[in-house]
Nanobody, 121 residues
């Protein structure tokens, strides 16, 4: 069993920055990949970014150049630094882990409870 706990959400004005954190506990293997999704009201859950165990990162086009994912594997913690925030970034942000990494893409097995990010104009 894996537990993911996000923190760092909140309200910010457009153009501002926020950093989200996610601490994972339970079985996280050396192959596990960590990442982030978000879900805006009335929309589907959307992939944001993920990072592999060796630090390779992948981003959605909508956030590339503005968001940065990083990790501290010793703490099983993943971060999402969000700069130049836009009103359309408003969503619930979810941390996720792909424990076994058996695919060539990010395929989460576990999810956090989510943290709200609200960007006002």
């Amino acid at each position: 069993q894996v537990k993911l706990v996000e923190s760092g959400g909140g309200s910010v004005q457009a153009g501002g920055s926020l950093t989200l954190s996610c601490a994972a506990s339970g079985y996280i293997s050396g192959r596990s990949n960590l990442g982030w999704y978000r879900q805006a009201p009335g929309a589907e859950r959307e992939f944001i970014s993920y990072i592999t165990s060796d630090g390779t990162t992948t981003y959605a086009t909508s956030v590339k150049g503005r968001f940065t994912i990083s990790q501290e594997r010793a703490k099983n913690t993943v971060y999402l630094k969000m700069n130049s925030l836009k009103t359309e970034d408003t969503a619930v942000y979810y941390c996720a882990v792909d424990v076994w990494n058996t695919h060539s893409y990010f395929s989460p097995n576990y999810w956090g409870q989510g943290t709200q990010v609200t960007v006002s104009s």
